[in-house]
């Protein structure tokens, strides 16, 4: 089975204050559009769509290895992937090797699956492993600029997804900065930063278990 290169391409916390992480906050994993506590679904092949897992459910989430059961579906590619046929297979998904990023949130930064079951003749097996740092970048984009005293913050490619908060929530140090509102899929912020470096984190929330989010950092 030939998947297309992934995108590198963060989703989720149970967050005590609005915008900050703490150490009782569950870790997250991402895939290919968001950080999310314990998915029960994900896109791991990001160009095409041509790996996903589903109806996960999972075990041991926040230790520092999570087990879940579930589905792939898998294209074939025969002869080609645009029209090859998607493959379901029963699977066993590990996450592990959980860190604190930057941005103060849990991660997992591994995810292995695997599968008992058999694939058709001349299809490779689908199980595989994929590492997932906190550096992996997801759509969100943020950018700073310290210009005059002040850092000019914006954002891009946030999400309108419905469900999703149409503002997203800016923090440094832990402490929060401001809650700026969407215009579309962007935002624009002017803060008069303190002398130093900073990082700052954005964050957007979907629910309780889903979040994008993005650092940049005010030099």
């Known amino acids: ?10 989703a989720a916390a149970l967050l005590t204050v609005p915008g900050l992480a703490t150490a009782a906050t569950p870790p997250t994993i991402p895939d290919c559009f968001a950080q999310v506590t314990a998915p029960s679904a994900m896109v791991l092949a990001c160009g095409d769509g041509n790996l996903t897992l589903d109806g996960l459910s999972w075990s041991g989430w ?32 590990v996450a592990s090797a959980p860190q ?5 949130r849990r991660q997992y930064t591994r995810l292995e699956w695997s599968t008992q079951a058999k694939p058709p003749p001349g299809q490779a097996n689908p199980a595989g492993s994929m590492e997932m740092p906190c550096t992996w970048a997801l759509h969100p984009g943020l950018a700073v600029k310290r210009a005059n005293g002040v850092a000019v913050v914006s954002g891009k490619a946030w999400t309108r997804d419905a469900g999703c ?14 809650t700026v509102a969407l215009t579309g899929t962007t935002f624009r912020y002017s803060w008069r930063a303190p002398k130093g470096q900073h990082r700052i984190v954005a964050r957007q929330t979907c629910g309780a278990a889903t979040l994008f989010e993005a650092t940049a950092v005010v030099r």
Not at 1 to 10: D, I, K, P, Q, S
Not at 66 to 75: I, R, S, V, Y
Not at 100 to 104: E, K, L
Request: proline share 3%.
């Open 165 to 178: 908060a149409k503002k997203v929530t800016l923090t440094s140090a832990g402490k929060k900065i401001a």
């Open 100 to 104: 604190t990023c930057a941005s103060g």
């Open 62 to 93: 926040g230790a520092e290895t999570a087990t879940a059961e579930g589905t792939a579906h898998a294209n074939d590619c025969d002869p080609y992937c645009a029209a090859g046929i998607f493959r379901e297979y029963p699977v066993t998904v």
């Open 1 to 10: 089975m030939r998947l297309a290169a992934l995108a590198t391409g963060c």
